[in-house]
């Protein structure tokens, strides 16, 4: 059978042929719809970012310096009452949990995993609510001293927004889920004027494909998210700094890779530290709802020692980025900055991990440009921040082009991808799972972040058929005789199993008629104990068959083997659907990973010395194939 599946792949006339139908993509005019429904959910999620930020600079002006205005400012800008910085990030615990306890439980965390998993577990769904509580729990935590971002937050929030809408609309679930992301994608833009990398964390991290279907929609909602928030907030970079002048040397490319490396460590670490701490808040004996207040506790103690430490930190981060930030403050955000941010996190309040990614991200590179030859100023701190983020988050791309959406330094390209892409292996080869997916695993569900071509989607049912079914005739009496029961359905050889221990017994048997041409299929159990009465092939057999075409690819038939509950399905011609070429078994079309898996697994020398034996074979076919 593999020899004959060969042969019609050296055929090109048959390629061209069956390939027609196909297309690059599965794509049709509904995309049109998703995508006009996302520019006004792009729309929607600027608005809630630039309401987010607003309420945030509220709450933090109220408490720390009591007055009534919505500007964003650092809780640790001014000098504060010992009291105040231990009590404020209590009492912001306190009420989130709250608000946690008796409006929704989806409030807690930071956002992105709540997101992924309303995405893959909940068909898209958010809760109304949720789009409420969640930005107003996140202000009240961070506003109150917590060393969170808004991002995470307004991610949840936008996506909540775009599945509201999607939810009041006759839409399919993977439409929901392009709105949804759409508008958390479109709130991140909002956030830090980053619409590339808002759109790259959507295909990295919420997507979880890579299809126009939901690409164009994110793409649109982000677009439109990125013009209104040029009219409320802005359209410069949040850290602009001066870019290279020079162009990086070798030596600072190699550098990077140490920078990335030590990335990929620390983002172990902050990873390790999360959890470590949610296990430890699991452990007490009390409520969970108390946790937040214990979690602002740690906030507050670490405020007494770096108070520039609490709150978003946007003016921290724009000091480290451009060179201005003195030792002692790198270190005393290197130290308070992640002990606090990891130990509250875990406690499960309300707030977002990005822009403490980037802090804790730059601080270490800001240590390393002490130690590193001198590139430009703030040149690795913005090496450190791509290497954690993309060690953290596991999206390398998106800590890449976040960096330069946040900086505008389009020279220093390179050097981020080497960081960022070294981090992102170090982090993926010592932990399992991200700060993202770790607490979706402990709710016991898993996902895979790895995109790949379904090997079902590039093979086609003439590869894998049996091309010389038995066959029955529509007057055929019953019971069949032994022989004809006997037939068996050949399938590939595995790597450890040959072909003919593994043939099961023909199950579907395609009927003829006088002229040889399909008139229906017999179930092979209606032949061994047919119904009372029937006395031919013709009275049990299924006269209006699911059929398939030889140019069909194996995905496409399980998908039909799935909604037609058949288990095989004789091959007929596409033009011609009485001309038997053969038969199908769901056992043949998972015959098509095989060779995935050998592709994976089965090592082989390309290229090299061949023996003797083998340059004679290939020179005996070549010589043959001329003589043709």
């Known amino acids: 059978m593999e020899h004959e599946a060969g042969a019609r792949r050296d055929l090109p006339t048959v390629v061209r042929g069956r390939a027609t139908h196909l297309g690059d993509f599965t794509l049709n005019r509904r995309v049109l719809v998703t995508a006009a429904l996302a520019l006004p959910i792009g729309a929607i999620g600027a608005v809630a970012a630039w309401v987010l930020q607003m309420l945030i600079g509220l709450i ?14 650092a809780p640790g800008a001014a000098a504060h009452p010992a009291i105040l910085i231990l009590a404020a990030p209590v009492v912001g615990g306190l009420v989130v949990g709250l608000m946690a306890r008796y409006g929704s439980e989806k409030i807690r965390g930071h956002g992105m995993p709540e997101a992924i998993e309303a995405i893959v577990m909940r068909r898209s769904r958010v809760e109304p609510r949720v789009a409420v509580l969640k930005p107003v729990s996140a202000a009240v935590s961070i506003g109150t001293g917590g060393p969170f971002g808004a991002e995470g937050p307004i991610i949840m929030t ?28 479109a709130g991140m833009a909002a956030t830090f004027n980053a619409p590339m990398a808002s759109v790259l964390l959507a295909v990295e991290l919420l997507l979880f494909e890579w299809r126009p279907r939901s690409f164009v929609p994110v793409v649109a909602a982000v677009a439109v998210a990125t013009v209104v928030r040029a009219a409320l907030l802005g359209g410069g970079p949040i850290f602009p700094v001066d870019a290279l002048t020079t162009a990086p040397t070798p030596l600072t490319d190699l550098l990077c890779v140490g920078a990335g490396v030590i990335g990929g460590l620390l983002a172990v670490a902050l990873t390790a530290l999360v959890y470590l701490s949610e296990d430890g808040f699991m452990r007490l004996p009390i409520h969970w709802m108390w946790w937040p207040a214990i979690g602002g506790l740690v906030i507050g103690i670490g405020g007494l020692i770096e108070p520039r430490a609490l709150g978003v930190g946007y003016d921290v981060i724009d000091e480290l980025l451009t060179g201005r930030a003195t030792l002692s403050l790198i270190v005393g955000i290197l130290v308070v900055k992640a002990l606090i941010w990891g130990l509250s996190l875990g406690s499960g309040t309300s707030g977002g991990v990005l822009a403490p990614i980037f802090m804790i ?33 596991r999206c390398p791309l998106t800590g890449v082009v976040f960096a330069l959406e ?56 003439d590869e894998v058929m049996h091309a010389s079914p038995a066959t029955l005739r529509r007057e055929d009496s019953l019971p069949l005789a032994t022989p004809a029961l006997a037939a068996v359905v050949p399938r590939r050889a595995s790597c450890d199993q040959p072909a003919a221990a593994r043939a099961p017994l023909q199950r579907l048997f395609p009927v003829l008629d006088g002229g040889g041409r399909l008139v229906g299929v017999a179930p092979r159990q209606s032949l061994v104990t047919p119904v009372p009465g029937a006395h031919t092939t013709g009275d049990v057999m299924i006269g209006t068959p699911v059929v398939v075409h030889a140019d069909d690819t194996l995905r496409e038939v399980a998908s039909l083997f799935a909604q037609t509950a058949v288990s095989a399905a004789p091959v007929v011609a596409r033009d011609d659907p009485g001309r038997l070429l053969g ?37 005996g076919g070549a010589g043959r194939d001329a003589s043709r």
């Open 60 to 73: 933090t002006n109220v408490v720390f310096y009591q007055r009534v205005e919505t500007t964003l400012v």
């Open 158 to 185: 936008g996506g909540a927004l775009g599945s509201i809408l999607a939810q009041h609309l006759h839409l399919t679930a993977d439409e929901r889920k392009a709105l949804m992301v759409g508008g958390a994608a």
């Open 361 to 393: 991200g730059g601080a270490i590179g800001a240590l390393e440009g002490h130690l590193f030859p001198a590139v430009g100023p703030g040149f690795w701190s913005i090496v450190g921040l791509a290497a954690v983020v993309g060690g953290v988050m």
């Open 406 to 461: 946040l900086t505008r330094d389009w020279p220093a390209l390179l050097p981020l991808l080497i960081a960022s892409v070294s981090a992102y292996a170090v982090s993926a080869l010592i932990l399992r799972r991200s700060v993202l997916t770790e607490r979706i695993a402990r709710r016991g569900f898993h996902l895979s972040r790895e995109y790949d071509v379904d090997p079902l989607a590039v093979l086609f049912i």
């Open 583 to 619: 038969l199908v078994t769901v056992e043949q079309l998972l015959d098509g990973r095989l060779r995935d898996f050998a592709e994976e697994h089965h090592r082989e020398r390309s290229l090299g010395l061949r023996s003797r034996r083998t340059r004679e074979v290939v020179a």
